[in-house]
């Protein structure tokens, strides 16, 4: 088991089990949390971060939900194989953006303003 290193930031206004989801994520997507890394129980990295158990099994069950680990019963939790999937998914959502708004005549700058400020907005929440 990988003890990654999470933090939580107080400073930080985003929910701290949504802190955890986006190191998560991260680490998958990066390859510091390679595919099969076996994750804290929730319990276990409750104790660590210094938030209820609860926190992180929302966590884990949101990144559940999206693909990024998976549990596999009393063996455990581990980073699946979708880290790779979530930017083949994110390449075809842009590709998707791109083609849509192609005849709206915007130009590429304020398109990519347009989509920083939405991604900004989700950030933010």
Same mark, same amino acid.
């Given at each position: 088991?990988?003890?990654?290193?999470?933090?939580?930031d107080?400073?930080?206004a *985003?929910?701290?089990?949504?802190?955890?989801? %986006?190191?998560?994520?991260a680490?998958?997507?990066?390859?510091?949390?390679? &595919?099969? *890394?076996?994750?804290?129980?929730?319990?276990?990295?409750? +104790?660590?971060?210094?938030?209820?158990?609860g926190?992180?099994?929302?966590?884990?069950? %949101?990144l559940?939900q999206?693909?990024?680990i998976e549990?596999?019963?009393?063996?455990g *939790?581990?980073?699946?194989?979708?880290?790779?999937?979530?930017?083949? +998914?994110?390449?075809a959502?842009a590709a998707?953006?791109?083609?849509?708004?192609r005849?709206?005549?915007?130009?590429?700058?304020?398109?990519?303003? &347009? &989509? %920083?400020?939405?991604?900004?907005? &989700?950030?933010?929440?």
């Amino acid at each position: 088991m990988v003890n990654p290193d999470l933090r939580i930031d107080p400073e930080d206004a *985003t929910a701290p089990y949504e802190q955890i989801c %986006r190191q998560i994520a991260a680490g998958s997507n990066d390859g510091t949390l390679p &595919v099969g *890394t076996k994750l804290p129980t929730v319990r276990g990295l409750a +104790e660590q971060l210094g938030v209820a158990p609860g926190t992180v099994a929302k966590a884990y069950t %949101r990144l559940e939900q999206s693909g990024l680990i998976e549990t596999r019963g009393r063996a455990g *939790t581990f980073v699946s194989s979708s880290g790779d999937r979530s930017q083949a +998914e994110t390449a075809a959502a842009a590709a998707e953006f791109a083609e849509r708004t192609r005849h709206l005549g915007l130009d590429q700058d304020t398109l990519l303003a &347009v &989509v %920083r400020a939405a991604v900004s907005n &989700v950030h933010s929440r």
